[in-house]
């Protein structure tokens, strides 16, 4: 730091400001302690810094498979929200098959440079009611399921699936089928819960869903399943984004020779 501030012409006071992003130096004094910072290859240490500040500026995150539209999404809104307030983030993948305890991930969190840590919960943890989470770890879930000591933010898939249901049944249709996403879906399971409330509350007969697994040949099969019934006047798929609706509503007009316009196709819930 020393032979930064002397190439640069400043105090070593003046240098540690500008390695710790600090707002009480100019503009022009900031741009000279940064070329000199560069042009002698000098990296203000991360620890030390988090040290002096008590902050890493930095968010934890675990998501489920990301290839998954809804969780690519997600991620990218958190990303994006780092990025205008100048924060990392470090993510933990987990697996569609692998199981969730929010007390491994705390504690896995915990050992990394992070200041807090979100959880996006596709499917129930075995702890959830349970869970307590870490003094001076801030933790948010990403769940519609309301939990005694963490924030809980997430879409009102419930309440989206309930406007779904009412616009199909203000253009007529009396014969609605759900196709559902995946059983461990936590998002599906609102969605179908929406669905069938809906349904009762209109009067509706309420057949049992068809079940993907958000790919676009699950979504071909239902179509096929559903060609073979014709019982129906209008389908509501769980998701769109990875093609299974759109594999349903290719097959169905291909196969049921019904005009393209008669098919509704409501926006996705995400």
Known sequence: MADVAQAAGVSQQTVSRVANGAQNVSKATREKVQAAMESMGFRPSFAGRSLRSGSYQSVGLCLYDIREFGNLAT???????????EYAITMIEKGSDDGLCLQDISHRMSNLPVDGMIISMSL?????????????????????HEHPYCTTVDSDQYGCSKLVIDHLYELGHRKIRFVAGPSYSIDSQFREK???????EYGLEIVEPLAGD????????????LRETRDFTAVYAA????GMSLKQLELLQSLLFVPPQRHHRSREVS
Do not use: C
């Open 75 to 85: 991620l990218d809104g958190i990303v994006s929200a780092a990025r205008e307030h």
């Open 124 to 144: 129930m943890a075995s702890d959830f009611e349970s869970f307590v989470p870490q003094p001076g770890l801030g933790t948010v879930l990403l769940t519609m």
């Open 214 to 225: 958000w790919t676009a040949n699950s979504g071909y099969e239902i179509g096929k399943k």
């Open 194 to 200: 929406g669905w069938r409330d809906a349904m009762s």
């Open 239 to 242: 998701n769109l984004r990875r």
